[in-house]
């Protein structure tokens, strides 16, 4: 057996080119990859352009409260799952969090406190990170040129750009997943290479806590591990067992995943948020990836938002949409390797949960998404009728020019300075303030925003049941959590939230008086909670 050396593997030259071997991607045998010189520049030039647009504030969605709470915990030295969220299932979310976020977080909270821009900069030098690890797992597959074409796209994208104002788990969980590909990639080169067992068992480690990093930052990675099984029962070409690699590494991370869960919180919390409306779980949970494919596809779209034209918008994903598709069956004809495995297993999980999670929940996966387009793009103009034409050169311009634009117009519809209707806003600075210096330390807040509201005030804080016609049973709940305070607010974030509870608060006026009101919120005391039998002898005095 011989080997011939290339820039960046090891090829075995007694196996055919045309062969099924699964030690490399076709691809990789027809282009030269070679250390980009533009890189590191390239990215730097993201993160500088992030770091000058950093926005005050955040928005109102309040998993950020959480994670924060959670890594304030960790710097105090305090229990992880100590907080002032009082958990209603199945609204808002669970009571507590993956703890790899926060374990990142720790160590800025320790030194500033719950300082939101230094937060910020410190998921932006981790999206930096990300960007390079997704251009080592690319750069098996792309020339340099388009490896610069794919970073560009994924880290001057609006949207992703829009991430970096957001202390959430996304950011993290994308350093992680790419490192874990990436360690997946090498891992099997250096196996076809003939790495002594020593190495071998380090790719085995590394791939492992990297698997469980890429867990405990979002439970949706656990897909990592079957990903990597099937992939090493495919690469075999035969049935047999998975290779002592697949094994240690799958069980090394299945381990660290059990120790989480006895130690600091399992996923049992997330089945909790899980509802069925109609009594019959397996009915609702089959509608609800009936709605999925269509809700995934509409969110997709976001992408390309131009923030201006939904038709422009809806025409550019249509086109990247077939450029990824015909990229991803190329790749997969040429040969299937971890990455298509890991994406077609990852966005099946997604769209079967039963969890509207929508742009966000894609958004780890939208970056291979860009990379099956730009192959896509590359295997439509080495076709013979396109080759170097008039046609094919512009065509691609044009679509080149088209995105520049839709990035161009994108970014003109944002705010610069601060994140509109957000927690640093004037009304909502105040609204905590109010809380702080009026509410007692033990009184419980009734508010649509719980976890947010418990960080900042260190108040208790709960969600209300969502219960219609039945005014009764959302009072029982309250008397069950003693709660003393309804907000109602902030207004406009979320509608159908805010009619609900201003139709709630109308028909119970007896039993909450106002006490703070803004723009956005008012905040009302509970003055007495009726109790089941005195509200029903006031129904049937009203009937009388």
């Not at 937060?119 to 690890?133: D, G, H, R, T």
């Not at 120790?259 to 399992?266: E, G, I, K, N």
């Not at 099956?372 to 008039?390: C, D, K, N, P």
Request: charged share 15%.
């Amino acid at each position: 057996m011989s080997f011939i050396k290339t820039t960046t593997m090891l090829v075995d030259t007694s196996v055919p080119m045309d062969s099924g071997s699964f030690a490399k991607p076709a691809i990789n045998l027809e282009i030269k990859v070679r250390s980009s010189q533009f890189l590191i520049p390239v990215i730097l030039m993201i993160g500088i352009f992030y770091l000058l647009t950093i926005r005050q504030g955040h928005r109102w969605g309040d998993d950020f409260s959480l994670y924060i709470q959670h890594a304030k915990n960790i710097a105090e030295g305090v229990s992880y799952n100590s907080t002032n969220y009082i958990f209603l299932p199945p609204y808002v979310g669970p009571a507590s969090y993956p703890p790899i976020c926060p374990l990142v977080l720790a160590p800025v909270v320790w030194l500033f406190g719950l300082n939101l821009t230094a937060m910020k900069v410190e998921l932006i030098l981790v999206f930096l990170l990300s960007l390079f690890l997704l251009a080592k797992v690319v750069r098996e597959f792309l020339p340099e040129n388009w490896q610069l074409a794919l970073i560009a796209l994924v880290g001057f994208n609006p949207y992703f750009w829009e991430t970096k104002d957001s202390v959430e788990s996304e950011i993290v969980f994308y350093a992680a997943v790419y490192l874990s590909i990436y360690l997946v990639l090498k891992s099997y080169e250096a196996i076809q290479a003939g790495a002594d067992g020593l190495t071998r068992f380090g790719y085995m480690l590394a791939t492992g806590i990297s698997f469980y990093l890429a867990y405990g930052t979002r439970s949706i990675g656990i897909v990592l591990l079957p990903s990597l099984v099937l992939f090493d029962l495919i690469r075999n070409r035969k049935l047999s067992l998975p290779s002592l690699y697949a094994v240690g590494a799958v069980g090394l991370a299945i381990g660290l995943i059990i120790l989480q869960a006895v130690l600091l919180r399992s996923d049992r919390a997330y089945v909790e948020t899980v509802g069925a409306g109609s009594g019959n779980f397996l009915l609702d949970w089959m509608q609800f990836v009936l709605m999925n494919v269509p809700r995934y596809l509409t969110s997709l779209t976001q992408i390309w938002d131009n923030g201006y034209s939904k038709l422009a918008r809806l025409g550019l994903t249509m086109v990247m949409s077939g450029l990824a598709v015909i990229g991803f069956g190329w790749q997969i004809k040429k040969r299937i390797t971890f990455l298509e495995l890991f994406v077609a297993i990852y966005t099946i999980s997604i769209v079967i949960a039963p969890m509207d999670g929508g742009i966000r929940y894609l958004l780890p996966v939208v970056p291979f998404y860009i990379f099956y387009s730009l192959q896509g793009i590359r295997l439509l103009t080495e076709q013979q009728l396109f080759r170097a034409t008039v046609f094919s050169k512009l065509a691609l311009g044009g679509l080149a020019a088209v995105v520049v634009l839709t990035y161009a117009f994108g970014y003109s519809a944002y705010s610069f300075k601060e994140i509109p209707n957000g927690i640093s806003s004037k009304e909502a600075v105040e609204f905590l303030g109010y809380i702080n210096r009026n509410t007692a330390p033990n009184d419980v807040v009734i508010f649509g925003k719980p976890r947010a509201l418990s960080l900042y005030t260190g108040r208790k804080s709960s969600f209300y049941p969502v219960v219609r016609d039945d005014d009764q049973a959302i009072w029982n709940y309250f008397r069950k959590i003693n709660a003393t305070y309804i907000v109602s607010g902030p207004l406009g974030i979320e509608p159908s939230e805010d009619e609900f509870l201003t139709g709630f608060l109308s028909r119970n006026l007896s039993h909450v008086h106002e006490e703070y009101a803004n723009a956005v919120f008012k905040v009302y005391r509970i003055s007495d909670i009726p109790d089941a039998e005195r509200s029903k002898r006031s129904d049937e005095a009203a009937e009388r």
